[in-house]
């Protein structure tokens, strides 16, 4: 049976955040948190997959205590197991710092229920946006990575193969490689289930699995939380809104409006600033 892990993160609601006007920093009070939109595809092909085939899924998270919530979330709707990796050592983690622990986490869920032969992320989180995790831990688990999955055709156990389509700048490309691997997902990967009666029953119940730093003897110190960021925010703000004056154009046809409106052109900047002459 396939072993499938799920990496979550619980970040801020996006439709609630508001900007401090004094220092330019979120304000997450009272901010509701919830599961990373992409993450949540993630899990939904890993349930597919469970559903058609069969399969482990596996949730991971790394956060506070409070993202057991998102957890019990990915259980209600079909995840077999949950593990939160919780602790202050960890605070303040950039992406290369959150991919170590990712990844020796994943090393330790293999360890504990079998080997891992996917793992899906989302492509990026709503909060720092930087699609850097996911293939971060891939790197560091020596995983295949196949980024901006819109679509996986083939999960084939037997020869271990995946196919998917990758979204591209100019187009979609079919690829298929061998597990174990990490895919990235994108909104357009599925459409993700509601949660039914008994599942969430269950995540009602459920406790997921903590590990905390005295859970990784190995852990190296020096590349986790701040010590092991080397990134650095030199500075936030809000950028300015400016105000733009528009004009409406009208014309009895189509080629009568078109011809307004090339007329409105050339009177402003545009041609200088093309380097349009005659």
């Given at each position: 049976m396939l072993?499938?892990?799920?990496?979550?993160?619980?970040?801020?609601?996006?439709?609630?955040?508001?900007?401090?006007?004094?220092?330019?920093?979120?304000?997450?009070q009272?901010?509701?948190?919830?599961?990373?939109?992409?993450?949540?595809?993630?899990?939904?092909?890993?349930?597919?997959?469970?559903?058609?085939?069969?399969?482990?899924?596996?949730?991971?998270?790394?956060?506070?205590?409070?993202a057991?919530?998102?957890?019990?979330?990915?259980?209600?709707?079909?995840?077999?197991?949950?593990?939160?990796?919780?602790?202050?050592?960890?605070?303040?983690?950039?992406?290369?710092?959150?991919s170590?622990?990712?990844?020796?986490?994943?090393?330790?869920?293999?360890?504990?229920?079998?080997?891992?032969?996917?793992?899906?992320?989302?492509?990026?989180?709503?909060?720092?946006?930087t699609?850097?995790?996911?293939?971060?831990?891939?790197?560091?688990?020596?995983?295949?990575?196949?980024?901006?999955?819109?679509?996986?055709?083939?999960?084939?156990?037997?020869?271990?193969?995946?196919?998917v389509?990758?979204h591209?700048?100019?187009?979609?490309e079919?690829?298929?490689?061998?597990?174990?691997?990490?895919?990235?997902?994108?909104?357009?990967?599925?459409?993700?289930?509601?949660?039914?009666?008994?599942?969430?029953?269950?995540?009602?119940?459920?406790?997921?699995?903590?590990?905390?730093?005295?859970?990784?003897?190995d852990?190296?110190?020096?590349?986790?939380?701040?010590?092991?960021?080397?990134?650095?925010?030199?500075?936030?703000?809000?950028?300015?809104?400016?105000?733009?004056?528009?004009e409406?154009?009208?014309?009895?046809?189509?080629?009568?409006?078109?011809?307004?409106?090339?007329?409105?052109?050339?009177e402003?900047?545009?041609?200088?600033?093309?380097?349009?002459?005659?």
């Amino acid at each position: 049976m396939l072993h499938i892990v799920v990496c979550i993160k619980q970040v801020p609601d996006s439709r609630e955040i508001r900007i401090d006007p004094k220092n330019n920093t979120l304000i997450r009070q009272g901010v509701p948190s919830i599961v990373n939109f992409y993450d949540l595809h993630g899990l939904e092909e890993a349930l597919r997959i469970k559903d058609e085939q069969g399969a482990r899924v596996t949730v991971v998270t790394m956060g506070p205590p409070p993202a057991e919530k998102s957890l019990k979330e990915c259980i209600s709707l079909g995840a077999d197991e949950a593990v939160l990796v919780t602790d202050r050592g960890f605070a303040g983690a950039d992406t290369l710092a959150t991919s170590y622990v990712v990844a020796s986490t994943i090393r330790k869920i293999a360890e504990h229920w079998g080997p891992v032969d996917m793992v899906f992320c989302g492509k990026q989180t709503l909060d720092g946006d930087t699609g850097q995790v996911g293939p971060g831990v891939a790197c560091r688990l020596d995983l295949e990575q196949l980024t901006y999955v819109t679509k996986v055709v083939k999960v084939d156990e037997e020869r271990h193969k995946v196919t998917v389509h990758r979204h591209l700048e100019d187009g979609i490309e079919v690829v298929e490689t061998s597990m174990p691997l990490l895919i990235t997902a994108l909104k357009e990967l599925n459409k993700v289930r509601r949660a039914s009666l008994p599942g969430m029953i269950r995540a009602a119940r459920y406790k997921p699995t903590v590990w905390t730093t005295a859970d990784f003897p190995d852990l190296d110190k020096a590349q986790i939380g701040l010590k092991g960021s080397p990134t650095i925010v030199a500075k936030t703000w809000v950028p300015e809104i400016r105000s733009i004056n528009g004009e409406r154009i009208e014309g009895e046809t189509e080629e009568a409006t078109a011809e307004q409106l090339i007329a409105k052109l050339w009177e402003g900047e545009l041609p200088a600033r093309m380097g349009w002459t005659g």
